[in-house]
């Protein structure tokens, strides 16, 4: 209920910065002379973490996610981006919540004269494990596969949908044994080319 109160106030703030904008749904244009961009997400995020050798553990959590990406374009029409990002996730769903960070670069393709921006990449992730009747901290950390889409609304503000799958993930605590997690990612996002 607190995620979703708190993602509809980032839509309606969203919707009251379109309007100051002049309701402008232009996608986000890119000066000739500039060959970087930043980006700010702010969302929810849905993480399945899942273990079959440990009694088939599996345990599925929530929370808030908060983005940044930095990065260069290159082309003729600038359209192919290439940037490291870190995002940090953070909630209090279940008695052990979820928090965890991850970084690492990712290579896109702007689409549709930057309507659409396509993203593929990977990095390395840690999450806290939620245990079961335990009052230690477990962490798993490892490498992960990203691939993320940005639709632009207008000047650069839009909604992005993301996909992170991490594998073979390993906690210092708990040895011999791998985690998979995976997780979905709705942010509303803004992409800045000007910078």
Known sequence: MGLMRFLRGILYSGLISLVSYG???????????NNSF????IGGVHTTITN???????????AVLFGLKRGVMF???????????????????H?????????????????????IIALV????EMNNLAMPQS??????????????????????????VGYMRGFRE????????????????ITLSFYDFSI
């Open 23 to 33: 309701f402008d749904f232009a996608p986000a244009g890119v000066a000739p002379s």
């Open 38 to 41: 930043g980006s700010f997400s």
């Open 52 to 62: 079959a050798k440990m009694q088939h553990y599996k345990n599925e959590r929530s």
């Open 75 to 93: 082309g003729e029409s600038q359209n192919v981006l290439l940037n490291a990002y870190i995002d940090g996730r953070a909630g209090s769903e």
């Open 95 to 115: 008695k052990n919540g979820l928090y965890g960070i991850s970084f690492g670069a990712q290579v896109g393709y702007r689409l549709f004269n930057g309507r």
């Open 121 to 124: 990449g990977g990095g390395l």
């Open 135 to 160: 009052s230690e901290q477990y962490n798993i950390y490892g490498g992960t596969a990203r691939v993320e889409l940005f639709f632009d609304i207008a000047q650069g503000y839009g909604i992005s």
């Open 170 to 185: 390993k906690s210092k605590k708990i040895h011999a044994q791998r985690f998979e997690s995976e997780s979905i990612m």
